[in-house]
Nanobody, 125 residues
């Protein structure tokens, strides 16, 4: 059973920063797709940042230029650095992964095999 565990959520002021972490059991997998998603009550889940085993990253327009997804393979952590936070970034954030495989496109409509339980981010203006 693969378990992803997020941490680092909390409260921040608009314009501030937060960094989310997700412990990922990468082991010896050389093929993967990983991402960060967020969801607010009454809204669907939004994919915001993706990273694949070829090193490609892509971002939703809503976070492009403000958020950065990175992978510390040695420490087996997926990070989401969030800068210039806005009140509309308030949401539950989830990390997700496919390990040992990757979709045709790591992003967009990709539905991951494994999900974390989420960490809350609240941004006040």
């Amino acid at each position: 059973q693969v378990q992803l565990v997020e941490s680092g959520g909390g409260s921040a002021q608009a314009g501030g920063t937060l960094r989310l972490s997700c412990e990922v059991p990468i082991y010896s997998f050389t093929t993967y797709c990983m991402g960060w998603f967020r969801q607010t009550p009454g809204k669907g889940r939004e994919g915001i940042a993706y990273l694949d085993s070829q090193g490609a990253t892509n971002y939703a327009d809503s976070v492009k230029g403000r958020f950065t997804i990175t992978l510390d393979n040695r420490k087996k952590f997926l990070y989401l650095q969030m800068n210039s936070l806005k009140s509309e970034d308030t949401a539950m954030y989830y990390c997700a992964a496919d390990l040992g495989t990757r979709p045709y496109y790591c992003g967009g409509d990709w539905v991951a095999d494994y999900w974390g339980r989420g960490t809350q981010v609240t941004v006040s203006s």
